[in-house]
């Protein structure tokens, strides 16, 4: 499975942006999508992952980051609202092909990356 992510950039706090990910594979429907991020000089964090058995946001980002999927696309979605600085990281896209069913958070449950869009958030 290939990962690649767009949608990036540099916004204003309050702002909104839209980030994507497009994945390779004849079974994307089948597989659990995540999205991680990483702070400069911090560890990489959970911030929503979908899958059959549904969407799960990191306390951090819920009520202002929404995750879908086209499953006709291959594409899986992060909305992003209210940005704020601390959500500045570099997000990475990941995929998980493996038929969990219970959404799954830890970056370890995943097998795919994709190489990461920045997202900078100015005050």
């Known amino acids: 499975v290939q990962l690649q992510a767009s949608g990036g950039g540099l916004v204003q706090a309050g702002g909104s942006l839209r980030l994507s990910c497009a994945a390779s594979g004849r079974t994307f429907r089948n597989y659990s999508m995540g999205w991680f991020r990483r702070a400069p000089g911090k560890e990489r964090e959970f911030v929503a992952t979908i899958n059959w058995s549904g969407r799960y946001y990191a306390d951090s980002v819920k009520g202002r980051f929404t995750i879908s999927r086209d499953n006709a696309k291959n594409t899986v979605t992060l909305q992003m609202i209210n940005l704020q600085p601390e959500d500045t990281a570099v997000y990475y896209c990941?995929?998980?092909?493996?038929?969990?069913?219970?959404?799954?958070?830890?970056?370890?449950?995943?097998?795919?990356w994709g190489q990461g869009t920045q997202v900078t958030v100015s005050s």
């Open positions: 990941a995929c998980s092909p493996r038929p969990f069913t219970r959404v799954i958070s830890s970056a370890a449950e995943y097998d795919y």
